[in-house]
């Protein structure tokens, strides 16, 4: 921290990525990226004559890719915002959405970043624990009087929640903010988008990055009621109007026109997800209920952390959290199956070597 450092961000520790390591080629199964490429039509839009415009600004109301969600998700175009990933997106929830007086709950297990914007924002927020098989109970967020942001499947124990237990929670706090943070749904779980049509309260939140293969792009888009999108553009607009390039606007809008490109690749992961857990299962390990690309596994005979480390002294990386509650298990991202069976064989010599 330089001298000159704002008090009000002097013990802020901010978010910690997956490490991005270029010491040597790992089978990177760590931050859920997506193992396919972006679809053959995302190439082709982002092609070199677009490069060539990159002298000019992108549109800063994204008018062609609004308009593409918009008629994919079944909502008018006044009910979508996108910006330079989810990320962004929560963060201009935070900043939108919650204050002094309005802190903000979320899950005591769950994505890292709410903490760090909370922090950020210097709010009052809740971490609300989880149950003892990490799932989520819905109650616990009845009537919270804050607001309330939710992974849903939640992260990083992939566990969903009903589209009815996401509405008994919006019915319960009909005047404060929801955010259904819904980076996973794509891989098995369903999605409340239809709720905020009917909730004037509930945003939806989306990435390109993990079921479209775009995490490199940047794109993040939200779904609510037209006044919370409204909202969401105030922030935009007083921070970074020309939030999304060129090239990400491009490859946003082709990724739409080959829905069934990716709906192959997630039912693809989705398989090869259910074939890992059976295996690790087989091998011994206790494995949450996830219908995310990633696996929550622990395992008795191995402790979570040697098992991160284990892996990586053998190329593969996956990721191990610090927090007491979880420090047993290992999130695994589901590749494809032949990095799964990689890691299978990985495990079989480490357990036989532990
Ligand atoms: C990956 C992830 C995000 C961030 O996605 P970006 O669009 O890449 O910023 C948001 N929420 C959760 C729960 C995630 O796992």
């Given amino acids: ?29 760590n931050t859920n990226e997506s193992p396919f490429e972006p679809s053959p039509r995302v190439i082709e839009a982002v092609n070199s ?24 998700y079944g909502v008018g175009e006044e009910n979508v915002f996108v ?52 799932s989520i109970s819905p109650s616990d967020y009845y009537s919270a009087g804050n607001t ?21 929670i919006l019915k319960a706090n009909p005047n404060d903010v929801v955010v259904i943070d819904e980076a996973y749904v794509d891989f098995g ?24 293969s775009l995490a490199g792009g940047r794109l993040g888009f939200a779904i609510a009621n037209e006044g919370l999108i409204r909202d969401l553009n105030t922030i935009k607009y007083s921070t970074n109007p020309y939030n999304i390039n060129r090239l990400t606007l491009l490859a946003g809008i082709a990724s739409l026109e080959d829905g069934e490109y990716y709906k192959n690749c997630n039912l693809d992961t989705a398989r090869v997800r259910e074939y890992t857990k059976s295996e690790l299962k087989k091998r011994g390990f206790t494995l949450t209920d996830s219908l995310a690309n990633f696996i929550f596994a622990s395992s008795d005979k191995i402790g979570g952390e040697e098992y991160y480390l284990s892996l990586k002294s053998k190329g593969i990386l996956v990721r191990h959290f610090g927090n007491e509650k979880i420090n047993n298990f290992v999130r695994i991202t589901v590749g494809t199956k032949e990095q799964m069976d990689a890691l299978l064989t990985a495990t079989d010599e480490i357990l036989k070597e532990f």
């Fill in 148 to 168: 309330i942001v939710i992974a849903n499947p939640n992260a990083p124990t992939g566990i969903a929640l009903s589209v009815d237990e996401i509405e008994g």
């Fill in 83 to 134: 910006s330079n990933g989810s990320d962004d997106i929560l963060n201009f929830s935070f900043m939108a959405f919650c204050d002094k007086d309005k802190g903000v709950c979320f899950p005591e297990i769950s994505y890292g970043f709410y903490e760090v914007y909370a922090e950020l924002y210097g709010l009052d927020y809740k971490k609300v624990p989880l149950n003892d098989d990490l």
């Fill in 189 to 212: 779980a369903e999605s409340c988008l239809p709720l905020t049509k009917k909730y004037d309260n509930l945003i939806v939140v989306m990435t390109y990055s993990k079921s479209r």
């Fill in 49 to 72: 004559s677009e490069v060539k415009k990159l002298n000019l600004y992108p549109d800063p109301s994204c008018v062609a890719l609004i308009k593409k969600l918009a008629e994919t």
């Fill in 1 to 29: 921290m330089s001298r000159f450092l704002s008090n009000r961000f002097s013990a802020l520790s901010p978010y910690t990525p997956g490490e991005q390591p270029t010491d040597m080629k790992y089978i990177k199964l």
